[in-house]
């Protein structure tokens, strides 16, 4: 069975700081991997892509402030978040696919995490 297992979520006051692991189980990270975020009665947001080479992305809203990483002798991607802000406050999902794109298509890409709550208080 294809999983993603996320952690690391939690609560922070602005400012701070928190790492998201996701470990794939069932397969490799030989594709993109990358993390997304809702927010409440917000429309869900592309946050960060690692590429199969190496490239990254970051969406503009936190360029700087994040990290994405992967540890392949663990199976696991990371997103390093500092410098927190109230407006990070969202449900944060992680996939897989061959591709990932802005869209959050959720079970439609190959792999797609159960989501973490990352609260962000002023």
């Known amino acids: 069975e294809v999983q993603l297992v996320e952690s690391g979520g939690g609560s922070v006051q602005a400012g701070g700081s928190l790492r998201l692991s996701c470990t794939a189980k069932g397969f490799i990270f030989d594709s993109d991997q990358g993390w997304y975020r809702q927010a409440p009665g917000n429309e869900c947001e592309l946050v960060s892509i690692m590429r199969n080479d190496g490239s990254t992305y970051y969406a503009d809203s936190v360029k700087g402030r994040f990290t994405i990483s992967q540890d392949a002798a663990k199976n696991t991607g990371y997103l390093q978040m500092n410098s927190l802000k109230p407006e990070d406050t969202a449900v944060y999902y992680c996939?897989?696919?061959?591709?990932?794109?802005?869209?959050?298509?959720?079970?439609?890409?190959?792999?797609w995490g159960q989501g973490t709550q990352v609260t962000v208080y002023s």
């Open positions: 996939a897989a696919d061959e591709e990932l794109v802005a869209g959050c298509y959720g079970s439609e890409y190959n792999a």
